[in-house]
């Protein structure tokens, strides 16, 4: 499968503790995008990546998390001191900058904070 | 006011049945647009952009009105499997963050 992979699909933890997820995107896309979505809502930007580069974060990246790229191919998204509230379902997204702009999606990782 | 603004639904439609969902979006730099589908607990899929002159995909069309802020998704002969939700995307270029709307819920009836 060339898809974009992430795991792992499901996480439970309790509060307070620090989780790590991570996303390979298709292998030619050169731009890796974290989203989260919650129930009834849909996918909300959180950062992207240029190969090793992060672009852009938004407003709701607080400082508990943290998103890397290091080599530009696979990415991880680390949050720590997680809340109730952090629970949700993550998603990585890639596209490739010279190329069309739409984004192909993982299959996510549903996090469930107790 | 949100960015991308659906009909949240639910739609109940007969099988065989045309429905048409809209969108409107706020931000007038928008450039590129895109209906997404999403299948319960399953990752948005892409199911077609959304191009000024309008285009069809098969049983799909989808239109756009840049002057007004507007697109539309049509789906006709409806099929079981079309049961989903539709999801409204918008763009502002150069392969950047993507803007999702709520969704649209769709229940195709036998």
């Known amino acids: 499968d060339t898809g974009v992979s992430q795991d792992p699909r499901h996480k439970i933890t309790k509060r307070g503790q620090n989780v790590t997820f991570r996303c390979d995107p298709i292998?030619?896309?050169?731009?890796l995008y974290w989203y989260r979505q919650t129930l009834g809502q849909g996918p909300e930007f959180l950062t992207y990546?240029?190969?090793?580069?992060?672009?852009?974060k938004s407003r709701l990246l607080s400082d508990r998390f943290s998103a890397e790229r290091p080599k530009g191919s696979f990415s991880t998204l680390e949050i720590q001191r997680t809340e109730q509230g952090d629970s949700a379902m993550y998603l990585c997204?890639?596209?490739?900058?010279?190329?069309?702009?739409?984004?192909?999606f993982g299959p996510g990782t549903r996090l469930t904070v107790l | 006011r949100k960015e991308v603004e659906q009909d949240p639904g639910p739609f109940n439609v007969p099988e065989g049945a045309t429905v048409a969902f809209n969108c409107t979006y706020s931000?007038?730099?928008?450039?590129?647009f895109f209906w997404y589908r999403q299948d319960c607990r399953k990752e948005p899929k892409l199911l077609m952009s959304?191009?000024?002159s309008g285009n069809e995909d098969g049983r799909f069309t989808a239109q756009l009105n840049r002057a007004s802020q507007y697109i539309s998704l049509l789906i006709r002969d409806s099929k079981l499997s079309d049961s989903a939700t539709y999801l409204c995307?918008?763009?502002?270029?150069?392969?950047?963050?993507?803007?999702f709307g709520t969704g649209t819920r769709l229940t195709i009836i036998p």
């Open positions: 997204a890639s596209s490739h900058s010279g190329g069309a702009p739409a984004q192909y």
């Open positions: 292998s030619e896309h050169n731009r």
């Open positions: 990546f240029q190969n090793e580069a992060q672009l852009e």
């Open positions: 931000n007038s730099a928008s450039q590129s």
């Open positions: 959304v191009y000024s």
């Open positions: 995307v918008v763009n502002r270029g150069g392969n950047e963050k993507l803007t």
